[in-house]
């Protein structure tokens, strides 16, 4: 009987992989499967007015954790019918320059030539660009480990920092 309170189970570490509260679930796994090579960010903030409306995919570094090196990736609008800033389909673009923010609704109208070809005829006001109701999926090179919802997900050219969002999935 001593002998058989003595063997010892043989668990690898678990870690969390996702948590269902309304069904009080707790789903764990190995360090292996907690990589992933892909997330979905929403809530997007734009410091350079030019990407509010890119079309396609677009190449890029991102940032999913404070001390986390910035790593190669691409992104692309999820469901982009058409530029934000033309009334696509969110048809809303807010803008925030300082402590001062303004908004403006256009209406519903197809993808401009500008956009369409990645470039926007019209001049944007400066600062800082919020894209209400749009999501970017995130695509990097090499799965990444532990990519959590809520976190920051940061974009960056070289050490320039381009805009971000948070992490859906």
């Given at each position: 009987?001593?002998?058989?309170?003595?063997?010892?189970?043989?668990?690898?570490?678990?870690?969390?992989l996702?948590?269902?509260?309304?069904?009080?679930?707790?789903?764990?796994?190995?360090?292996?499967?907690?990589?992933?090579?892909?997330?979905?960010?929403?809530?997007?903030?734009?410091?350079?007015?030019?990407?509010?409306?890119?079309?396609?995919?677009?190449?890029?570094?991102?940032?999913?954790?404070?001390?986390?090196?910035?790593?190669?990736?691409?992104?692309?609008?999820?469901?982009?019918?058409?530029?934000?800033?033309?009334?696509?389909?969110?048809?809303?673009?807010?803008?925030?320059?300082?402590?001062?923010?303004?908004?403006?609704?256009?209406?519903?109208r197809?993808?401009?030539?500008?956009?369409?070809?990645?470039?926007?005829?019209?001049?944007?006001?400066?600062?800082?660009?919020?894209?209400?109701n749009?999501?970017?999926?995130?695509?990097?090179?090499?799965?990444?480990?532990?990519?959590?919802?809520?976190?920051?997900?940061?974009?960056?050219?070289?050490?320039?920092?381009?805009?971000?969002?948070?992490?859906?999935?």
């Open positions: 009987m001593a002998k058989e309170r003595q063997k010892k189970i043989d668990i690898p570490p678990l870690y969390v996702k948590i269902i509260p309304d069904k009080n679930i707790l789903v764990v796994g190995e360090n292996k499967d907690v990589f992933q090579k892909g997330l979905t960010i929403s809530q997007i903030n734009w410091l350079d007015s030019s990407l509010s409306h890119f079309v396609g995919e677009r190449k890029t570094l991102a940032q999913i954790r404070y001390q986390h090196t910035p790593k190669p990736c691409s992104i692309s609008y999820l469901n982009n019918e058409s530029d934000p800033a033309c009334g696509g389909a969110s048809g809303r673009v807010r803008w925030q320059s300082g402590s001062s923010a303004a908004s403006m609704t256009q209406s519903r197809s993808l401009c030539r500008g956009c369409a070809i990645g470039l926007h005829p019209r001049s944007k006001p400066r600062g800082i660009q919020t894209i209400p749009k999501k970017i999926s995130v695509i990097f090179k090499n799965p990444e480990r532990a990519i959590t919802p809520g976190q920051s997900c940061v974009f960056y050219q070289q050490d320039k920092v381009l805009g971000g969002g948070f992490i859906e999935i």
